[in-house]
Structure formats: C-alpha cells, structure tokens
C-alpha cells in the first residue's frame, strides 16, 4: 500500500508563491502517476493537476493553467505542485492522489475516482 503526505501548505496573501510536496512511500512510485486535487468548504473535491509517472505528461484544470506548475523527482519519490499568483479561489485543503493505470483519457485524468491513493491534505489559505 502506497502512503502519501502532503507539506507545504500554509496562509499566504493574494500574489504569493508557495510549493507543496507530496512524498510518497514505497519503492514503485515511478509506476503511478500523481495528481493533486483540492477541496475548499462545502465544495466537492476539484482536479488541480496531474503528471505522468515518467513525468513527460501534465495536466492542468483551466483555473490553474499558467499558474501553477506540478513536478516530480522519482529519486526522492516526491511530487510538487508550484503556485504561484495565488488567488484567494484557490483556498482549499490540497490532496495528492496516485494512479497506478498506465492510460487515461484526458477527462478520466480530473476524475478522484481514477486515483487509488489519497494523502490527508494540507491547507492553503490565500488572504485579500
């Protein structure tokens, strides 16, 4: 069973930057693809990102594109997702996901049903 943790999260003002990481246990996390996802109060758990477990394939939601960037380092078996220009829309607890298919359709990518392993999340607060 693979074990994610997600860091990095914090209260940051509107504009900033800040970088989350995942790290994940095991030693195939080469074999899944990781996606991060995010859920603000009362809302449902929304697509944020994804990338290949090679890393050559990402993903962005619209909201995020131009934004926020996703990474991984196998080495260190971790994912980042770097934002930047944050909004205070993009308050939510963030969750990393992994995926061990090794296809997806574009839209089957933004489905939390596709991810067989979720982290507990860490909350990002962007003030105004």
Do not use: H
């Amino acid at each position: 069973q693979v074990q994610l943790i997600e860091s990095g999260g914090g209260l940051v003002q509107a504009g900033a930057s800040l970088r989350l990481s995942c790290a994940a246990s095991g030693r195939t996390f080469s074999s899944y693809a990781m996606g991060w996802f995010r859920q603000a109060p009362g809302k449902e758990r929304e697509f944020v990102s994804r990338i290949s477990r090679n890393g050559g394939i990402t993903y962005y939601a619209d909201s995020v594109k131009g934004r926020f960037t996703i990474s991984r380092d196998n080495a260190k078996n971790t994912v980042y997702l770097q934002m930047n220009s944050l909004k205070s829309e993009d308050t939510a607890v963030y969750y990393c996901g992994a995926d061990s298919s090794s296809m997806r359709l574009k839209s089957g990518v933004r489905d939390a049903s596709a991810y067989d392993y979720w982290g507990q999340g860490t909350q990002v607060t962007v003030s105004s």
